[in-house]
């Protein structure tokens, strides 16, 4: 149920993820209730749909202002540097992955903000993680500096949780597909550019093996797991790192089989690159039973609807 007190900022809304969950917030909350913030100009899907402000959240004193201003209770912290583009520039990959997430919780801790949302991902693991279903704690030794950051982000999360009661959650996103928004330079993007190569040309190059497995979730599954693990009741989180949690999981082989059944034309090359290292050290899939007994995760799309719904919606 929305509550009229709170005052919600997303901070990266102009990304993948933020575009469809500052809509979605604003369906719940009303336009009023939810900020939308980045460094880039507004999304064009945002405008007109409620209040933007241009944000960097690398200065954490104009982050409080904005706090301050707009009575904010509640941030979605979506700001970040994804793996692929990550392994360019890996410090400043660090600084701003981990920066960001320290501005937000010290002025969290500062003006007693009510919730904080921080996504990490199924990054975290590394090659020495089980590869098939992938426990919630297991071993964990990351080998991107994307993937360090959200480990360590992580653990600040459960830190700023346990020492200063702020009430953070958060999920181990997989790979996200979606349609509405272009994705920010991750190794799953190659999910996402098939499609529109699918549909504008027939044919696609995979920077990815014909059989590299990866987890991977419909992005309105995702919106609605991120607002059902905000929504649930306090008591009911165990986990305050945050959650695996799990929908499909596919190759890209798997995947242009599916999308031929739909463009019989469809064909696919494989020239494997850098990120192809990064795809390996990741899991296979994953056991969101955490997720599942805790709050009550329960995903909606597997591959075959989610290419149904991803190629309808682009030819629209
Ligand atoms: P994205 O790159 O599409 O969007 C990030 C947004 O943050 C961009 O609009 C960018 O302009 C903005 N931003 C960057 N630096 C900023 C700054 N200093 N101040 C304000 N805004 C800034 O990323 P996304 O895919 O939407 O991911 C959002 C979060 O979810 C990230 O933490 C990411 O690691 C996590 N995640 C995403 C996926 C996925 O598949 N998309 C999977 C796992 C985890
Ligand atoms: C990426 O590929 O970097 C992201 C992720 C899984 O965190 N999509």
Known sequence: MPNRDEKILVVGACGQIGVELTLQLRKIHGEGVVIASDLREEHPLLKGTGPYVSLDIMNKETFHVLVLRYNITQVYLLAAILSATGEKNPTLAWHINMQSLLNVLEVAKEENLAKIYWPSSIAVFGPNSPKDNTPQHTIIEPSTVYGISKYAGERWCEYY???????????????????????????????????????????????????????????????????????????????????????????????????KKHVPEFSINYKPDSRQNIADSWPKNIDDSDAKNDWGWKPEFGIERMTEDMLRNLQK
């Open 161 to 259: 949780f346990n020492r200063y009661k702020i009430d953070v959650r958060g999920l181990r996103y997989p790979g996200l597909i979606s349609y509405k928004s272009q994705p920010g330079g991750g190794t799953t993007d190659y999910a996402i550019e098939i499609f529109h190569d699918a549909l504008s040309s027939g044919q696609y190059t995979s920077f990815l093996k014909e059989d590299t497995y990866l987890p991977m979730m419909y992005m309105p599954d995702a919106i609605r797991a991120t607002i059902e693990l905000m929504e649930a009741d306090a008591s009911k989180i165990t986990i305050r790192s945050s959650y695996n949690i799990g929908a499909m999981s596919f190759s890209p082989g798997e995947i242009a089989a599916e999308i």
